[in-house]
């Protein structure tokens, strides 16, 4: 069973017995796994994705192990939860971005309403760029960030066929890969390179809206 199903079940199953007590426990139940899926963002930050425990989670936490698995089976699971927590967060931000982007938004103004909210968000989440470029995480957490990345990419080549409508959609869709790979990339070395995040994001806007120029996309 995937994990994901897992933390559905024990986040909604508590409503099957009805009534108000069922929503009070439903509620206690949630409050339980959002404060551990908290507790396991500090001990992944602390101690790295690779080397956090269940153990250290629940005292982070302040709950006995034996808690913690009545929500989670095991880390990988807790990890899971996070990167789900993570990407439904983001998607949210970008629901809010994409509306304020169209056709007739300059280019560079489009790079960096794109690039502004991400940095923001890595900035606000400490462990985000962790899990988000880690090279060995479950593979079905792979495939959830993966699918995240296309979602964004395809969003990218449905705004790029409105601004360019003359050109293949093939290329514009080779374009927005290349865009979000470059991204994507250089997210973990933000702040990194001139020791200003701020720097390090225009530098990446420049080189992004100097791709797209180089292809005439506009």
């Not at 470059?182 to 806007?205: H, K, M, N, S």
């Amino acid at each position: 069973m995937r994990a994901s199903t897992r933390i559905h079940c024990t986040s909604f199953c508590l409503h099957s017995q009805g009534g108000t007590v069922a929503t009070q426990r439903s509620a206690r139940g949630l409050a339980r796994m959002a404060a551990i899926i908290e507790a396991a963002v500090v001990v992944f930050a602390r101690d790295g994705v690779d080397r956090a425990t269940t153990n250290a989670i629940a005292a982070e936490a302040g709950i006995s192990p034996g808690s913690l698995y009545q929500y989670f089976s095991d880390r990988t699971d807790i990890l899971h939860a996070v990167v789900r927590d993570y990407l439904t967060r983001l998607g949210e931000v970008y629901g809010q971005v994409w509306p304020t982007i169209d056709a007739t938004t300059p280019r560079d103004g489009m790079i960096a309403a794109l690039l502004a909210p991400l940095a923001e968000f890595k900035r606000a989440n400490a462990t985000f760029t962790m899990i988000y470029a880690h090279p060995n995480l479950p593979e079905e957490l792979r495939e959830e960030v993966d699918g995240a990345n296309q979602a964004f990419a395809t969003r990218l080549v449905d705004l790029l066929a409105a601004r360019n409508p003359t050109l293949p959609r093939a290329e514009l869709e080779l374009a927005a890969r290349q865009a979000t790979a470059l991204f994507r990339g250089t997210l973990p070395l933000l702040g990194t390179v001139t020791g200003d995040e701020q720097a390090d994001i225009a530098e990446l806007g420049t080189v992004i809206d100097a791709y797209l120029a180089s292809r005439g996309i506009s």
